[in-house]
């Protein structure tokens, strides 16, 4: 069974200053999506990965994956008060019946001024 | 595009009443997934439907949850007696069924509170 781990749970980022949310999984997953969350609101998706070394870049958002660690990062350059939401990230277990995606506990980020 | 419609959008109800949510996704979207989230944590697939046959419900408490998909495109959930560990909001996402990323679209969720 995969197992999908974030932290920290919480991020409080002063605006203009660069930060990192980290996502373990625990077993071979053969994507890696990312979502965020806007309190009350449903889930927008970010990225996905789909392969070892994968990077994608929106704005100030860049993810990468790294499949032999089992670790994929969202770096956020030069925090702005907009980025303030909670982000998830999700794996997919390699041969999932479907699409079965696993997701992990989610970073709650607050950008500060 | 329309994206994935869901409704009521909150409901409250007491402990042992039945509720049902209903869901229309994306049009042409095979793939449909019904989670569930529980406050602070990441969403739980409860159900996922390829066209109107169940692919995965290993997760879905089938004593009191049931869930269709008629026709292979709206679909309903239904809680039946509800149980306070039951709030939580339940998503509704679907997928294509060709895609290389197979990304899932979600709907805004339906908030429901067992008292």
């Known amino acids: 069974e995969l197992k999908v781990e974030q932290n920290p749970l919480f991020l409080s980022m002063q605006e203009g200053k660069n930060y990192t949310i980290y996502c373990n999984y625990s077993?071979?997953?053969?994507?890696l999506y990312w979502y965020r969350q806007d309190p009350g609101k449903s889930l927008e998706s970010l990225f996905v990965?789909?392969?070892?070394?994968a990077v994608k870049q929106e704005g100030r958002l860049m993810a990468s994956l790294d499949t032999k660690a089992r670790l994929s990062t969202l770096h956020i350059t030069a925090a702005v008060h907009d980025l303030s939401a909670t982000y998830f990230c999700a794996g997919r277990m390699i041969k999932a019946a479907g699409n079965k995606l696993t997701f992990g506990g989610g970073t709650r980020v607050l950008v500060k001024p | 595009e329309a994206g994935v419609a869901q409704s009521p959008r909150y409901k409250i109800i007491e402990k042992r009443q039945s509720v049902a949510f209903w869901c229309n996704p994306i049009?042409?979207?095979?793939?449909l997934y019904w989670y569930q989230q529980i406050l602070g944590q990441g969403p739980k697939l409860l159900i996922q439907?390829?066209?109107?046959?169940?692919?995965?419900d290993s997760q879905l408490p089938k004593d009191r949850f049931s869930a269709e998909r008629l026709k292979g495109v709206d679909s309903t959930l239904k809680i039946q007696p509800a149980k306070l560990e039951d709030s939580a909001v339940y998503l509704c996402?679907?997928?294509?069924?060709?895609?290389?990323?197979?990304?899932?679209?979600f709907g805004p969720g339906t908030r429901l509170t067992v008292l």
């Open positions: 049009s042409g979207h095979a793939t």
């Open positions: 996402a679907s997928s294509p069924k060709q895609g290389r990323t197979d990304t899932q679209y």
């Open positions: 990965l789909l392969s070892n070394g």
């Open positions: 439907f390829q066209n109107n046959g169940v692919v995965d």
């Open positions: 077993t071979t997953s053969d994507r």
